[in-house]
């Protein structure tokens, strides 16, 4: 068993045998000529005959992949004729009295690179599309297909790299998964098999070629981007299981698709997604959730050395928002401190970190934090339907706080002419403090959003990072239900809604107990988006 790791680019999993892909030759040779016009006719004649097969491979890809998809292709016959590419081919042909096909390939070459060396990782990726015209250019110089045929059985296809009109002319019947060494996932290639809802990993690293057979069985997971070769027979029952486990899910997900979350008898319940970070934007999409409830901004913290600037900041919420179109998206305020911890904040050590400076604490001691990260959130709000909540909140003074400090934020961007939009603001009901005084906190935000982690551990006194008392830490204690209740009770007498993103959203043999409370939103991690959509739909509160 070998275990090879790349990057996923379209989540599913495949099991079958590897079949190795084989270009048919395209090395090109240099050779003279002595008519430079006559070169160049035949070039001209090429050129006829590759634009006919992209037009063929264009309808191919609008049938099976869309038209948004599909004007790749269009671009590629309009790369074929594009002037400056076309120049430099018969520039090279005249000057060096040299055969057609050397000049494509030379050129060709020269143009990825080109396109390879800029910053723009979209324009990068066009390296793989220009070569890829080249080749189709040489090939029907030299009246070859330029495609590997493959055998009857389904397969899981490994190539150094796939240009898009490979991928798209391959047969899509008999791929199970596409993998490749090289590639990028804002190729085309990798965008076509995402649509094309086939299992890919890119990127392996061209070692892993050397190490695969043809016919030897493998299992890629485009979960994970790990490609599996000669799996032991333990590690291929646990893929089966999941692969089963992704079969009901996506039964499940054609089961719910765009239908409402609605009980029997006609209550209705948003459910969004928790996420952590812009990666987990594609799980939200694919699991069909209503939109973000839970965007833990912490991490844009942790995975740096030093606080993320404004700009940065702006970047990755304004790209949260547009991904997510009109749908809400809910981004929490820092979240840091206690087990959250980045060396670059010197947080002092303390004896009782989860009862310490974290959160909303250390937000309001150290605003220049808060306010680069209030900016930008505001900033960004323009770009879709933004909610801000913050975490820990505990007093009414902490609220009123953070409140004016949004005013002056917003003072501040007006001054600027910097634009931002109408943003509701909520907290987390995770400390039993903000619970019991719900009533008093509820007219001053649009919404409650209770964190059932926190929420407990602060409630039975149990630290959640510690395993030895889990037996204690009773989710379904009635004094945590209890404030859920009230705190339902009060956001709605106040005009506010109420949503769930801890854990205990999750939990299933709640939903009904939720529902019954006024619960109106429960936020969950992508993957149990669809298992509470298909509870919601099967409850009847009149019962
Ligand atoms: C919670 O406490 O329930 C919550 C959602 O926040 P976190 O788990 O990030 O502390
Ligand atoms: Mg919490």
């Avoid at 599909?70 to 076309?86: T, W």
Wanted: proline share 3%; charged share 25%.
């Amino acid at each position: 068993m070998m275990k090879f790791t790349g990057k996923g680019v379209y989540g599913a999993i495949a099991i079958g045998k590897i079949a190795v892909f084989e270009r048919q030759g395209m090395r090109v040779k240099r050779v003279p000529i002595s008519d430079p016009a006559a070169e160049i006719e035949r070039l001209e004649a090429a050129k006829a005959v590759a634009l006919t097969q992209l037009g063929e491979i264009y309808e191919k890809a609008l049938k099976e992949v869309g038209e948004a998809n599909a004007q790749i292709f269009e671009i590629h016959s309009m790369m074929v004729e594009d002037e400056d590419y076309n120049d430099a081919i018969a520039e090279m042909i005249r000057s060096q009295s040299i055969n057609a096909e050397y000049a494509v390939a030379m050129t060709g070459e020269n143009f990825a690179e080109m396109f390879a060396s800029m910053d723009d990782s979209y324009m990068q990726a066009r390296a793989a599309d220009v070569k890829d015209i080249s080749n189709r250019i040489i090939a029907c110089l030299a009246n070859e297909q330029g495609t590997g045929e493959l055998s009857d059985e389904k397969v899981i296809l490994c190539a150094d790299d796939l240009a898009p009109s490979e991928t798209v002319s391959l047969d899509k019947d008999k791929i199970l998964a596409f993998v490749t060494a090289n590639g990028s996932a804002n190729s085309h290639t990798a965008i076509l098999a995402r649509n094309m809802n086939i299992p890919a990993i890119i990127g392996l690293g061209e070692a892993f070629l050397g190490e695969v057979q043809n016919g030897v069985t493998a299992i890629a997971d485009g979960f994970t981007g790990e490609l599996i070769v000669d799996p032991d027979a333990e590690t291929l029952t646990a893929y089966q299981k999941k692969q089963q486990e992704e079969i009901e899910k996506k039964l499940l997900l054609q089961k719910l698709n765009g239908k409402e979350n609605i009980t029997l008898d006609g209550t209705r319940i948003n459910v969004f997604a928790n996420i952590g970070s812009v990666d987990n934007i594609g799980a939200v999409l694919l699991n069909d959730a209503g939109g973000i409830g839970l965007f833990r901004s912490e991490f844009l913290y942790l995975e740096k050395t030093d606080y993320p600037t404004e700009e940065e900041q702006f970047r990755v919420y304004k790209k949260v928002l547009e991904s997510m179109a009109s749908k809400k998206v809910i981004i929490r305020t820092l979240d840091i401190g206690a087990d959250k911890q980045a060396d670059y904040f010197h947080l002092e050590k303390e004896e009782n970190p989860a009862l310490g400076l974290r959160a909303i604490r250390l937000c309001l001691k150290r605003p220049e934090i808060f306010r680069t990260q209030l900016r930008a959130l505001y900033r960004a709000s323009v770009y879709g339907n933004l909610g801000i909540m913050f975490p820990m909140v505990a007093n009414e003074w902490e609220l009123q706080e953070i409140l004016a400090l949004c005013e002056q934020v917003k003072e501040e961007l007006t001054a600027e002419n910097l634009p931002y939009a109408d943003v509701e603001l909520g907290i987390m009901i995770e400390t039993p403090a903000a619970a019991i005084i719900s009533d008093k906190l509820a007219p001053m935000v649009d919404f409650f959003s209770v964190g059932t982690n926190d929420l407990t551990q602060y409630t039975l006194a149990c630290d959640r990072q510690n395993p030895q008392i889990e037996h204690f830490c009773d989710t379904h204690h009635e004094a945590l239900l209890r404030l859920i209740e009230w705190s339902a009770k009060n956001a709605h007498a106040n005009g506010a809604w109420i949503g769930i993103c801890g854990e205990l959203a999750a939990d299933t043999t709640l939903t009904e107990a939720f529902l019954r409370m006024g619960i109106d939103e429960l936020s969950v991690s992508p993957s149990f988006v669809l298992k509470v959509r298909d509870t919601i739909r099967k409850i009847d509160l009149r019962k």
